[in-house]
């Protein structure tokens, strides 16, 4: 008897295989990023008072507030250079999640790409193949 499941292990393992460089390029940017902006945030705010008067301004503004949250703690240069990324993360965020919908979506297999064939073990009773010999055919020969 088959599960609702059966071959999503199959498919997140290809999914993590074909983003192995993608993925981990783009936390080391978050990363990277992170670390500018906290190093950047020292030239800024050099002082624990300058940090405040920033936080305070910060959480003055309903607007800001909205957009990026409050700022709890006045005296961490952490929360002032996280909240100078907000947005900008956000905004990258969702560039690479629409890299990887339109990656892992139809347009693989409008591209011709062979991999898409592993989605028939996974799914074999939603999915009626072009060619009758495939369904037949080991995983491991899908890809």
Same mark, same amino acid.
């Given at each position: 008897?088959?599960?609702? =499941?059966?071959?999503?292990?199959? =498919?997140?393992?290809?999914? @993590?295989?074909?983003?192995?460089?993608?993925? /981990?390029?783009?936390?080391?940017?978050? !990363?990277?990023?992170? %670390?500018?902006? +906290?190093? &950047? $945030?020292?030239?800024?705010?050099?002082?624990?008072?300058?940090?405040?008067? &920033?936080?305070?301004?910060?959480?003055? +503004?309903? %607007?800001?507030? &909205?957009?990026?949250?409050?700022?709890?703690?006045?005296?961490?240069?952490? !929360?002032?250079?996280?909240?100078? =990324? $907000? !947005?900008?993360? %956000?905004? @990258?965020?969702?560039? =690479?999640?629409?890299? *990887?919908?339109?990656?892992?979506?139809?347009?693989?297999?409008?591209?011709?790409?062979?991999?898409?064939? *592993?989605?028939?073990?996974? @799914?074999?009773?939603?999915?009626? /193949?072009?060619? /009758?010999?495939?369904?037949?055919? /080991?995983? !491991?020969?899908?890809?």
């Amino acid at each position: 008897m088959r599960g609702e =499941l059966t071959g999503t292990a199959g =498919l997140v393992r290809l999914a @993590l295989r074909r983003d192995r460089l993608l993925i /981990p390029a783009w936390v080391g940017l978050f !990363a990277a990023m992170a %670390a500018f902006s +906290a190093s &950047a $945030t020292v030239g800024l705010y050099p002082n624990e008072a300058s940090r405040v008067e &920033a936080a305070n301004t910060i959480n003055s +503004a309903s %607007a800001t507030v &909205a957009l990026y949250g409050p700022i709890y703690d006045p005296t961490s240069l952490g !929360a002032l250079s996280i909240t100078k =990324l $907000t !947005a900008v993360y %956000a905004a @990258l965020l969702s560039i =690479l999640m629409v890299m *990887l919908v339109v990656r892992h979506t139809r347009a693989e297999e409008e591209a011709g790409r062979r991999r898409t064939r *592993l989605a028939l073990v996974a @799914l074999p009773h939603r999915v009626e /193949p072009a060619d /009758p010999g495939l369904r037949r055919r /080991p995983l !491991a020969r899908c890809w």
